[in-house]
């Protein structure tokens, strides 16, 4: 039994990035609190998958496949769900994209490519959900930023990590503009999430899973399901005076300052 103030039943919500890790999450999440989904992604057999996951939930999935980095595809996305649903309460916007260059060496185009992926095009989302959701005078957007739109990665995420601001910035600035008619918007700031490319990512560079780890107080790095009470809380009406945040979903990281030790170790 879902708790009334988590109980999403009769509501329509749309997840981008959803055939795998965190929007695959995050859809499972919303159908177990009771919304049917809009699912989108490129990755058409991995949504095939998560639709057959929140149907055996007794749910509506429909999986759209949109390339959620292009302008028009987001535009024809929303119209879709204009033509199933006809009401949209909740929008998670997942997908991000990186390419790693120190800001020395990379080109504008390099740089636009990394805001576009980012910001821009869940500035895009966010402005066609806002336009449903006003118009109705309820909804909750949540956007996926990163610790790097918090605190500077370096590492070459130069581009990401301004990006991601722009998330946190954007995020804020939707709160204030629309939370006195009624929609929300919120964002969540996840530190290092495994997925299969990011384990042979780890496995194959010396070293660096214990460095991500030494940023971690909780001494593990997140996983894909870490996202689903979170994503409950956020879309329902438990957070019903909460807009404007950023959440971390971070074992910690942002609230460890640079000189801190983990636990009982010694300095």
């Not at 329509?12 to 499972?28: F, H, K, T």
């Not at 495994?194 to 790095?221: A, Q, W």
């Amino acid at each position: 039994m879902v708790h009334p103030l988590f109980d999403l039943t009769g509501r329509v919500a749309l997840v981008s990035g959803a055939a795998q890790n965190m929007g695959r999450a995050s859809a499972i999440a919303l159908a177990e609190s009771g919304a049917d989904l809009l699912i989108a992604d490129v990755n058409e057999q991995g949504l095939l998958e998560t639709a057959a996951a929140i149907r055996s939930l007794g749910r509506s999935a429909v999986p759209a496949v949109y390339d959620v980095w292009e302008e028009a595809q987001i535009r024809a996305m929303y119209q879709q769900l204009d033509r199933d649903f006809g009401q949209i309460d909740v929008v998670v916007n997942i997908p991000g994209g990186n390419m790693l260059g120190h800001p020395e060496e990379i080109t504008v185009d390099h740089f636009m490519q990394v805001i576009q992926a980012t910001l821009v095009s869940k500035f895009i989302s966010c402005q066609e959900a806002g336009r449903r959701m006003l118009a109705r005078g309820k909804g909750s957007i949540i956007n996926m930023s990163s610790i790097g739109g918090v605190r500077t990665l370096g590492r070459g995420n130069f581009a990401y990590s301004i990006g991601q601001a722009g998330v946190v910035q954007m995020t804020r600035e939707l709160s204030t503009e629309w939370s006195d008619r009624g929609v929300r918007v919120n964002a969540i700031a996840p530190a290092q999430i495994t997925n299969p490319g990011f384990e042979v990512r780890m496995d194959n560079t010396p070293g660096l899973r214990e460095r991500f780890l030494r940023g971690i107080p909780m001494g593990r790095m997140g996983v894909p399901d870490d996202i689903k009470g979170i994503v409950m809380f956020l879309a329902s009406d438990a957070s019903g005076y909460v807009t404007g945040s950023v959440i971390g979903m971070d074992g910690g990281n942002l609230a460890m300052g640079a000189n801190a030790t983990i636990g009982r170790k010694e300095a």
